[in-house]
DNA sequence: CGCTCTACCTGTGTGC
DNA sequence: TGCACACAGGTAGAGC
C-alpha cells in the first residue's frame, strides 16, 4: 500500500518526467475517481486543461502538482491521494530521452500506437502537451484527484518552498507535517502524542498529528521501537514516543532507499509495500514466521477492522486497565 | 471537543 | 465448478 516512502518515489518520479509539461487533454473514464472534485469531472477536466505542471510537493501520503497561473484565479494544484492501490503512470513519447536518468533501453510506445496496451483500471488519463500521458490507474478506487485551491495556513507549505507557494491544497490543510519533513516540530509532536488519550497505534495513525506513516509502516516502528501498539499513548514516556518516530523515520527512510533503487524510468509506479518491501518487514504480513530479533512466532490481532503484527515477546501487550 | 466506528471500493483468495 | 464471503486499508464524516 501506498504510504510515505511509495508517495514520495511517486513525487520525486513525477519532478523528473512531467515538470514543465502543458496538460492539453483530460480524459475521465471514471468519474469516481474525481469525486473529491465538488464541482464534477467537467470542471475538473476545464481547470486543468492548458495549464502548466510547475512543481511536484508532497506532505504525508497527498501528492500534489502545482499548476501555473489560471486565468484570473488564485493559486490550485492537481492533487492526487493514491488510496491503496492508487498508480500514476507517465507514459509516452518524450520518455525516449529518459535515459540519462533511467538508463531504460525500452521501446518507447505513443498512447494510442499500435503496441499500446492501455491499463486495465485505468481511471484518468492527462494528456501532455510533448505528446506523452500521465495516468491514474488505481484498482480498488480509494485514490482520487481533484484541483483544489491553495490556501495559506500558519503550518506553511512543506519542503521548503518559496515563500510564493507557502500555501497547501485545501484537503491537505489539516494534515501534519510527516517524518521526512525538515520542519516538523518533533517535541511538539511527542507531547501532543501524550496529551492523547488512546492507543499508541492509534495515534501514530492520526494524520493530524504526524502523517504519512499507515498500517504497515506503523506495526514496522512499533517493532523496532519495541513498543505494543495497544500501549495507551498517556502512559508512555517521552523517549519511548521519541524512539517510536525515530523507529518510524528509519523505516521509510530505509524503504525510501530500497523503493529508489528499483525505480523503473519507464513509469512513475508505485505497487505499494508488495513491490519491493516486502523482504525487509520484520513483522508486517508475517504471521507465524519468526521474529527476526528473538524468533517468536510473530502473531496477528485484529485491530480496527484490519490487522496488527507484533512480536508477542518484544512488544508484551499492555495489561488490561480497568477504567 | 475528543475519540471511535463505518462507508466507500474491487480484485483476490479461501472455504464450503 | 461455482458461489459466498472475508480481506486488504486511508480518509471523511457520522456517532457517541
Given at each position: ?10 513525487r ?14 483530460v480524459?475521465?473514464r ?10 464534477g469531472p ?13 512543481a ?12 501555473d497561473?489560471g ?5 490550485d494544484?492537481l492533487l ?9 503512470l ?6 525516449a530521452d529518459?535515459?540519462?536518468s533511467?538508463?531504460t ?9 499500435v503496441g499500446?496496451?492501455?491499463h ?9 502537451d ?17 484541483v483544489p ?11 521548503g518552498l518559496?515563500s ?15 517524518l ?17 488519550r488512546?492507543e ?15 498500517n504497515?509502516?506503523?506495526?514496522e ?13 498517556a ?12 523507529a518510524?523515520?528509519e ?8 523503493g ?6 519507464l513509469?512513475?509506479?508505485?505497487n ?11 513483522v ?16 496477528r490481532d ?12 518484544c512488544?508484551p ?7
Amino acid at each position: 500500500m501506498p504510504e510515505l516512502p511509495e508517495v514520495e518515489t511517486v513525487r520525486d518520479g513525477l519532478a523528473r518526467h512531467v515538470l514543465g509539461r502543458t496538460v492539453v487533454d483530460v480524459d475521465v473514464r471514471r468519474d469516481y475517481s474525481v469525486r473529491r472534485h465538488e464541482a464534477g469531472p467537467l470542471d475538473f477536466a476545464a481547470r486543468l486543461t492548458g495549464r502548466r505542471l510547475e512543481a511536484a510537493v508532497r506532505r504525508g501520503k497527498f501528492l500534489w502538482l502545482l499548476l501555473d497561473e489560471g486565468a484570473g484565479r488564485g493559486d490550485d494544484a492537481l492533487l492526487a491521494h493514491l488510496g491503496m492501490s492508487g498508480q500514476l503512470l507517465v507514459r509516452g513519447a518524450h520518455l525516449a530521452d529518459a535515459g540519462a536518468s533511467g538508463g531504460t533501453t525500452d521501446v518507447v510506445v505513443a498512447p494510442g500506437s499500435v503496441g499500446w496496451v492501455e491499463h486495465p483500471h485505468l481511471r484518468v488519463r492527462l494528456g501532455l502537451d510533448d505528446g506523452s500521458a500521465l495516468d491514474f490507474v488505481d484498482q480498488r478506487t480509494f485514490g482520487h484527484l481533484s484541483v483544489p485551491d491553495l490556501v495559506p495556513t500558519p503550518d506553511g507549505a512543506p519542503g521548503g518552498l518559496g515563500s510564493a507557494r507557502q500555501a497547501l491544497p485545501v484537503p491537505v490543510a489539516h494534515i501534519a507535517r510527516d517524518l521526512l519533513d525538515p520542519a516538523l516540530d518533533r517535541r511538539a509532536v511527542v507531547t501532543a502524542m501524550r496529551a492523547r488519550r488512546t492507543e499508541v497505534k492509534r495515534a501514530l495513525l492520526d494524520q493530524t498529528l504526524v502523517s504519512g506513516v499507515g498500517n504497515i509502516y506503523a506495526d514496522e516502528a512499533l517493532w523496532r521501537a519495541r513498543l505494543h501498539g495497544a500501549r495507551p499513548t498517556a502512559a508512555l514516556r517521552a523517549t519511548d514516543v521519541e524512539r517510536l518516530l525515530d523507529a518510524a523515520a528509519e523505516v521509510m527512510t530505509q524503504a525510501l532507499e530500497q523503493g529508489g533503487t528499483s525505480f523503473d524510468a519507464l513509469y512513475v509506479d508505485v505497487n505499494g509495500a508488495s513491490g519491493y518491501f516486502d523482504r525487509s518487514l520484520a513483522v508486517y504480513g508475517q504471521d507465524g514466521r519468526p521474529c527476526p530479533r528473538c524468533g517468536t512466532p510473530v502473531r496477528r490481532d485484529a485491530f480496527a477492522n484490519r490487522s496488527s503484527f507484533t512480536c508477542p515477546r518484544c512488544q508484551p501487550r499492555p495489561r488490561p486497565r480497568r477504567a
